[in-house]
């Protein structure tokens, strides 16, 4: 697997093709700027992990201890209120999965809301709607993390579908930031074509497979919060 690479915001240079739905939040620079898809970005911290097939898509957060069962309830719950109310977007699957500390997540997948063009990594007016009512309903659940995975039909070579992959997370990622999501929660990946939902062999089924998906999961604020609760 290769270096982690940091990928940084800011409002300024925000590619004109990602038109913004607010202010950009000012974030420390935590890094070199690397180029996303035309051009260095500054402002948060948004990484993207570069691999070849076979990358896991777990999430969770490194806290490095085994989280109790009555923490675990606590943020259960949460995760399953919140994923009854991010079930009311359109043209979006929610799902309840479990992390890679045992505690219960959320996976967000925009198969019909954030469809790309084969080779394209450019947000429809569809999407961003989507994308803007996403972030509202996340705003009463500020101790999570996302992660946003970035997916790709097999037209063309796994090199170029590799590189694409994660410019579409990234897409997902600018445009969340500028709609107020923090940079700082988010890291993006891309899996090339490694990862199919659907057939390639059929044009609906490229446009499937050309997708984003968002793990939502309990970051170390929550799980601290929620073991306090039990003592």
Do not use: W
């Not at 990928?7 to 700027?33: D, E, H, R, W």
């Not at 500054?42 to 806290?63: C, R």
């Not at 923090?182 to 490229?206: I, K, W």
Request: charged letters at 20%.
């Amino acid at each position: 697997m290769k270096k982690y690479i940091a990928y940084f915001l800011c409002g300024m240079i925000l590619m004109a093709s990602i038109p913004s739905c607010g202010v950009l939040q000012n974030n420390t620079q935590k890094g070199a700027a690397v180029g996303a898809g035309g051009g260095a970005v500054l402002g948060g911290a948004l990484g993207a992990l570069f691999g070849k097939s076979g990358k896991s898509a777990a999430v969770g957060a490194a806290i490095g201890a085994v989280v109790g069962a009555g923490a675990g309830t606590i943020i259960g719950n949460k995760m399953d209120k919140k994923a009854e109310e991010l079930a009311a977007l359109e043209n979006a699957k929610v799902e309840t999965i479990t992390d890679n500390n045992g505690l219960t997540a959320i996976k967000v997948t925009f198969d019909s809301g954030i469809l790309f063009a084969t080779g394209k990594s450019d947000l429809n007016n569809i999407s961003k709607t989507q994308l803007k009512s996403f972030v509202n309903k996340m705003a009463d659940l500020p101790d999570t993390d996302l992660a946003i995975y970035g997916h790709t039909d097999n037209t063309g070579s796994a090199a170029v579908n590799e590189k694409l992959s994660v410019d579409r997370a990234m897409s997902v990622a600018h445009y969340l930031q500028s709609c107020g999501m923090a940079a700082s929660r988010m890291t993006v990946d891309g899996f090339s074509y490694t990862q199919p939902v659907a057939s390639n062999e059929t044009a609906e089924g490229r446009a499937q497979n050309r997708r984003v998906e968002i793990f939502i999961y309990a970051n170390e604020d929550m799980i601290r919060a929620a073991e306090a609760a039990q003592n």
